[in-house]
Nanobody
């Protein structure tokens, strides 16, 4: 599975961004897709995850602000991020779960105060 993420950028606090991640290859084996993030000096953390059946879960820090969705026909997962905060600044990584985990290259999200 290959993952290509896009949509990062610079935004002011309170603004919105939408990340996209397109999966290619043996996508039929994917059981879930997720977004993780990592900021300098911190461990990579789960932001949101969605199963192939559409069940989603979120980190407490983003609940009510971020929404994960997927388009199975396009093998694409999205992360709609609203009311962004400076603490959301990080590199965001797309993840796909099969019998192993696959990672895409990160996309930088910077939120200015």
């Amino acid at each position: 599975v290959q993952l290509q993420a896009s949509g990062g950028g610079l935004v002011q606090a309170g603004g919105s961004l939408r990340l996209s991640c397109v999966a290619s290859g043996t996508t039929g084996t994917m059981v879930a897709m997720a977004w993780y993030r990592q900021s300098p000096g911190k461990q990579r953390e789960l932001v949101a995850r969605i199963t192939s059946g559409g069940s989603a879960n979120y980190a407490d820090s983003v609940k009510g602000r971020f929404t994960i969705s997927r388009d199975n026909a396009k093998n694409t997962v999205y992360l709609q991020m609203n009311n962004l905060k400076p603490e959301d600044t990080a590199v965001y990584y797309c993840n796909a779960e099969t019998w192993r985990a696959y990672w895409g290259k990160g996309t930088q999200v910077t939120v200015s105060s």
